[in-house]
């Protein structure tokens, strides 16, 4: 929870840069972010509910969990109200946004069933709890990163990324990684644990359909790697010839868009002055 912070506050920008929209909630942002830091302490016991501890505080454990999910939804729900009714720019960066709070919502609503003491008793240990992770934890760590380096990428070297490869990037990680881990939820369900190297001791598991998931997760696994490919050959073509990036090349409002792209020592060479909020778009902006 405290590794998603970064994350969610890129995604919030960026939203908000090319839906040419103010964040919407903004205090409601705040608060919710604040309460994700604060509850992020005192929820680590939903990995122990089988470690044998008080059934009381598995249940405090358990309650605490669920309660975190009201600031998550929070959040989500002022992203989607901040895309509403907006002039949306659909780049790579937006796109790696929408991906993000779309799979955002896929690993929240899988993690009730962790949060959950009796179903967790089935669960645990299983590719469900697999699959829920990484549901959670990739976007945070690799798609949110994505979005970042992306928009930040001309104000780091003063030239943009290549947009069709960088949507041929996202189309086949965000397609392959969903290929990877919905079929990793059906085996969870049908109860097939972690770190199972040899099936002959599991002979329920070792069913020709079983079998064929795995198959078809782990050459998922493979296209999604070879993917990352496009995402490196973007980035050394974008810094040798890529076209040269002005200092504002987004039109966002918040202050680093001041400084040249890339900032010369001390960012500015003289003090940039403050018309306007980081996000207060204005209708003539919007068109």
Request: net charge positive; with cysteine; glycine share 8%.
């Amino acid at each position: 929870y405290i590794m998603i912070l970064p994350a969610m506050g890129v995604v919030s920008d960026v939203l908000s840069t090319f839906s040419r929209k103010p964040i919407f909630g903004y205090k409601a942002m705040i608060y919710a972010i604040t309460a994700i830091a604060g509850f992020g302490f005192i929820v680590w016991g939903h990995h122990m509910f089988q470690s044998g501890m008080n059934p009381t505080m598995g249940s405090t454990f358990m309650v605490a969990t669920m309660f975190i999910a009201l600031p998550s939804a929070i959040k989500t729900f002022n992203w989607i109200g901040t895309i509403w009714g907006g002039n949306i720019r659909f780049n790579t960066v937006f796109l790696n946004c929408v991906a993000f709070v779309s799979m955002f919502i896929v690993g929240g609503l899988s993690g009730i069933f962790m949060a959950a003491v009796p179903t967790d008793i089935y669960f645990h240990d299983t590719y469900f709890v697999l699959a829920h992770f990484h549901y959670t934890f990739f976007p945070i760590a690799i798609i949110g990163s994505f979005a970042a380096f992306t928009y930040w990428f001309p104000k780091m070297f003063g030239r943009m990324l290549d947009e069709t490869l960088g949507k041929i990037h996202f189309w086949g990680t965000v397609i392959s990684l969903n290929c990877i881990f919905i079929p990793l939820f059906f085996i969870g369900v049908a109860g097939q644990h972690r770190r199972i190297y040899n099936f002959q001791h599991f002979p329920e598991l070792a069913t020709p359909d079983l079998q064929n998931i795995r198959v078809f997760a782990t050459t998922a696994l493979v296209v999604m790697i070879l993917f990352q490919f496009v995402f490196f050959a973007n980035i050394i073509k974008s810094w040798l010839f890529g076209e040269k990036a002005g200092k504002n090349p987004w039109n966002a409002n918040t202050l680093e868009w001041v400084a040249a792209s890339p900032p010369p020592h001390g960012n500015f060479p003289e003090m940039p002055t403050c018309y306007r909020g980081p996000y207060e778009y204005s209708v003539e902006g919007r068109e």
